[in-house]
């Protein structure tokens, strides 16, 4: 635990904001036993010890890193990934069989695949309706890509503006968002908080950014920075979610009988797209988690589980909540940060 001065002035000047709390503190422990081995009193330094050891975690500065609906859009995204892996698995083994098994062009389809009773299509007709299909398919995942990367949008800014209320009037963190919780007062209304998140998920993306930044004040550069691609990426997702993947106004028109080919998106368009949904996803949870949201969330668990936790002593209690919440996120905890967690709710 103790290290020198030298060291610990290093340490200091190259660590990150959750580091420097760490080795602050140690600092205070050397200082602290330079003075207290003087007058050898013991229990005084296990005093000051244990006082610098509260200081340890802030508000708002997060234990971790991430967000609970990060995470939830993380596993969308594995999710969506291995049907993926699955469905390319799939279309590379039938083709390598059809090779294979000698096909050429010109023969029925029917010989090696299902046709649904169509003994007409050659190999190379449903081969260019497999092409298709494959278009189609890319054009739904984005559609998928697009509605959980809006769903965790919608999620992470309803958690930042329930962590620090004090956004809604231009001054965040004048209130802390778990006081109000726990005091049973909603500094926002259902029906005015629907209407943010709306703001910030519907429209064209300038105008979601534009009220992201009314509410935050700063957002990631990445959102501006990719606006061009955020709007081409809307404007198909809208045209396969309304017009299977068409024009929306064509679609509509009562006049025509005929339809036009369907959008298409390049398997290197389709991966690019995927990327960038991702990058903006990490880069909004690390911007909200590092200004706004900071250690609410289990803040947030202990208010829920605070009922539970009062049949415990309070020498059991930070061992109760670190079980609960493991359970509750499968995300495990330090006990003293647990221990932080209840101190701090009960303060308030």
Request: charged share 25%.
């Amino acid at each position: 635990m103790f290290l020198g001065f030298k060291v610990l002035k290093n340490k200091l000047k190259s660590s990150s904001s959750r580091q420097k709390y760490h080795y602050k503190n140690i600092f205070l422990v050397n200082l602290l036993y330079i003075c207290t081995s003087k007058y050898d009193c013991l229990m005084c330094f296990k005093k000051l010890l244990d006082m610098a050891s509260k200081s340890l975690y802030d508000r708002w500065i997060p234990i971790h890193q991430t967000c609970f609906p990060y995470i939830v859009f993380n596993k969308y995204a594995t999710e969506l990934k291995r049907l993926d892996m699955s469905y390319e698995s799939s279309k590379r083994y039938t083709y390598a069989h059809l090779k294979t098994d000698g096909a050429v062009w010109t023969d029925k389809a029917s010989r090696f695949l299902y046709t649904h009773n169509n003994d007409e299509i050659s190999l190379k007709t449903w081969s260019e309706t497999y092409d298709n299909f494959d278009n189609w398919v890319r054009l739904n995942k984005l559609l998928a890509m697009s509605s959980y990367f809006e769903t965790y949008i919608a999620t992470i800014i309803s958690l930042a503006l329930e962590s620090d209320p004090g956004l809604l009037i231009g001054c965040p963190h004048c209130v802390d968002g778990i006081k109000l919780k726990k005091s049973g007062i909603s500094p926002i209304s259902e029906e005015d908080l629907q209407e943010h998140l709306k703001q910030c998920t519907r429209g064209d993306w300038m105008a979601r950014t534009s009220h992201m930044k009314k509410l935050f004040g700063v957002i990631p550069q990445s959102f501006t920075d990719k606006l061009s691609d955020l709007e081409r990426m809307r404007n198909l997702r809208n045209k396969v979610g309304h017009a299977f993947g068409r024009d929306i106004e064509d679609a509509r028109d009562a006049t025509i009988v005929t339809i036009e080919p369907m959008e298409r998106l390049t398997l290197k368009t389709y991966i690019k797209y995927q990327n960038l949904i991702d990058d903006l996803a990490r880069d909004i949870n690390d911007e909200l988690m590092r200004s706004h949201i900071g250690n609410y969330q289990y803040l947030l668990h202990c208010h829920d589980s605070y009922a539970e936790l009062l049949k415990y002593d309070n020498k059991e209690r930070p061992r109760a909540f670190k079980k609960i919440i493991g359970q509750d996120t499968q995300n495990p905890l330090p006990k003293d940060f647990c221990s932080w967690i209840i101190n701090y709710y009960q303060s308030l």
